[in-house]
């Protein structure tokens, strides 16, 4: 069962990053590549702003060094495409929203066995507890369905549309149906993911990603539509990336029931994301009530 939920990871991680590839398009990351400063932004918050937060998170909850390690991949992860819908949902700039996820999933090769190798200096004991190769090996992996979605989006556009909402879909599911098969697999173990210090966290962290990456945007002077997009890219992790780097990456004698921690995150993630919609579009309505008076 064990490998069977690996291998299912795999392959959903592969259909949701060809979805990713098929949103990018190449004339539009010219653009923001050209004019960079939204980008820019959204890249030190993603970067900056996620990996200090998970690393000071679990150091304030004093978490166990393989519980520290998962909270800390999680945060280090890049942008995920559930960002480009929430963006939607607010009424974004959904092309920069596309080419900030674009950028940060690109970057992870580098940045994230970076960013792991600094940030476990800081606890005892872990410096050599990260499988770098393997979680190299997994972001490669990545790029490569994300660079055929890409292809497949400038050859064949009018698939497209019909691949992204077919992946955003098999993603729904698949979330499910790893939850069940987890949950047979590990038992009552489960409920590790369920105690006060990781919803603690899975609530925070989305949320300080939010906030950090709208205050950004503001300070840098970006429009409402540029700083509610850094909001949604800032504070939503490739969580399919997370868990199957924590899945694959380390043996299941090490991790345990913790590469469910992003389905935690994920939950907190939309919670957070849904009230922050009903807020902005309550906001508005009000406007446009008191407009019309």
């Known amino acids: 069962m064990d490998k069977a939920i690996s291998a299912f990871m795999v392959i959903i991680l592969f259909i949701t990053m060809v979805s990713l590839g098929c949103t990018m398009e190449v004339e539009k990351i010219k653009v923001h590549i050209v004019k960079p400063k939204g980008v820019a932004i959204a890249v030190v918050a993603q970067y900056g702003v996620m990996p200090l937060t ?40 959904m092309n920069l929203s596309i080419v900030m996820t674009s950028c940060s999933t690109v970057l992870a090769l ?25 979680i190299i090996l997994a972001l490669v992996m990545v790029l490569i369905p994300c660079g055929i979605g890409i292809l497949i989006n400038h050859y064949r556009p009018q698939y497209s549309k019909i ?7 098999i993603m729904m599911i698949a979330a499910v149906v790893i939850g069940v098969m987890a949950s047979i697999t590990v038992g009552g173990a489960i409920l590790t ?40 890219e800032t504070g939503c992790q490739n969580v399919q990336l997370c868990s199957t780097i924590l899945k694959v990456a380390f043996p299941q004698e090490v991790i345990g029931p913790l590469f469910l921690f ?15 919609i009903l807020l902005f579009r309550g906001h508005q309505w009000l406007k446009h009530k008191q407009k019309g008076r």
């Open 262 to 276: 992003p389905m935690v995150y994920v939950a907190f993630q939309l919670i957070e994301a849904v009230a922050l």
């Open 163 to 169: 691949i992204s909402k077919v992946g955003l879909s």
């Open 110 to 134: 580098g940045m994230m066995p970076l960013l792991l190798y600094l940030y476990c200096q800081g606890f005892s004991n872990l410096q050599d507890a990260i499988p770098y190769k393997d």
């Open 54 to 93: 998970a690393f000071s998170l679990a150091k304030v909850f004093q978490l166990a060094p393989m519980e520290a390690v998962t909270v800390l991949i999680c945060g280090c992860s890049p942008g995920g495409n559930l960002s480009n819908l929430l963006t939607l949902a607010l009424q974004g700039d």
């Open 193 to 232: 993911m369920l105690s006060g210090p990781f919803m603690a966290i899975g609530a925070l962290m989305p949320l300080i990603g939010y906030i950090f990456g709208y205050s950004l945007s503001f300070i840098f002077r970006l429009s409402g539509r540029e700083g509610r997009t850094t909001a949604m």
